[in-house]
T-cell receptor, first 112, second 113 residues
Framework: GEQVEQLPSSLIVQEGASVLINCSYT??????FPWYKQEPGKRLQFIID?????ERKQTQRLTLLFDKKTKHLSLHITATQPGDSAIYFC???????????FGTGTTVSVSP | GGIITQTPKFLIGQEGQKLTLKCQQN?????MYWYRQDSGKGLRLIYY???????QKGDLSEGYDASREKKSSFSLTVTSAQKNEMAVFLC????????????FGPGTRLTVL
């Protein structure tokens, strides 16, 4: 079945710097890729998604890039703030076919 | 807006005990999910339900039962609690299965003594 991997597993950045999180998946039938954020003590929250017919999606300080050939995604967070400290999860699913498969998460710590 | 609530927030049980976790949503979403979150392992799908009275097994369904008697509620039963399944259990819902945002509950932390 589908497997989703994320790298790095954790990182520390200075406030104001940028962050890059990489995600790879195995099943070429996957077409929908949402990302979620889990701040300490809070529930998982949807932050951005992309579908397989797109290469790039941007919202405020988040840019999500998708490469269908290499089955790779990358999430770029610019101008990081303390509120960006969280675990970020990449996920993948088939079109209408089944539920999401999640990656193992990337813990981002933003230091002031 | 809507919300997902999970009860209890903390659940302590004995090894071998049958334990039930509950989830309610008021989004009027068709699909609901149960995930297990272990430290360092992301989220793994236990059960999901496409609509009322439907149940679908996820990758981690062994040792669990689920029930969706109403559209708004989805319960998960640990049939015989084991020490190696201490984790946080997350409930989520989405308008339908597939390419739709999922909304998550706050979680139930299970401790097995």
């Amino acid at each position: 079945g589908e497997q989703v991997e994320q790298l790095p597993s954790s990182l520390i950045v200075q406030e104001g710097a940028s962050v890059l999180i990489n995600c790879s998946y195995t099943d070429s039938a996957s077409v929908y890729f949402p990302w979620y954020k889990q701040e300490p003590g809070k529930r998982l929250q949807f932050i951005i998604d992309i579908r397989s017919n797109m290469e790039r999606k941007q919202t405020q300080r988040l840019t999500l890039l998708f490469d269908k050939k290499t089955k790779h995604l990358s999430l770029h967070i610019t101008a990081t703030q303390p509120g960006d400290s969280a675990i970020y999860f990449c996920s993948a699913s088939y079109q209408g076919g089944r539920a999401l498969i999640f990656g193992t998460g990337t813990t981002v710590s933003v230091s002031p | 807006g809507g919300i997902i609530t999970q009860t209890p927030k903390f659940l302590i049980g004995q090894e071998g005990q049958k334990l039930t976790l509950k989830c309610q949503q008021n989004f009027n979403h068709d699909t609901m999910y149960w995930y297990r979150q272990d430290s360092g392992k992301g989220l793994r799908l236990i059960y999901y339900s496409i609509t009322e009275n439907d149940l679908q097994k996820g990758d981690l369904s062994e040792g669990y039962d689920a029930s969706r008697e109403k559209k708004s509620s989805f319960s998960l039963t640990v049939t015989s609690a084991q020490k190696n399944e201490m984790a946080v259990f997350l409930c989520a819902s989405s308008i339908r299965l597939g390419g739709y945002e999922q909304y998550f509950g706050p979680g139930t932390r299970l401790t097995v003594l």
